[in-house]
């Protein structure tokens, strides 16, 4: 995944997927890598994540991908073939794999406690501005 992300921002875009496609020997219409995103698509940013990218061998491994579909031809021709590779380069490929979704979930916990802060200085923004109006209600009576 990380050597056809050519923005180099963690996620496999509309045009990385065509050019990752096409690479493998697979080429996609438009609509088939719009529709090969959207199967895995899991937050709906139009973009494919590490984790979405995971999900395609998991949906694979579960016979969950249609025969012949555009995620089905993307697992089957980047899956690692430890015959090939041996133990120790598949050992690789999967901490790597791992190691970037520890940093992937790092990343999200961040994201998620900067909302949460976000939301709690806004509570506390409004129930600031329910005092004020309480104590300038007693002035204007």
Known sequence: MYEYDVGHDGYLDLAELKIMMEKLGAPQTHLSLKKMIS?????????????????????????????????EQLARLTEINVEEVGVNGAKNFFEAKIEEQLKTNKFHDEIRQEQEEKKRLEQEKILRRAQFQQKAAIFNN
């Open 39 to 71: 199967e895995v698509d899991e937050d709906n940013d139009g973009k494919i994540s590490f984790r979405e990218f995971l999900l395609i061998y998991r949906k694979a491994k579960a016979g969950e991908l249609a025969s012949e579909s555009g995620l």
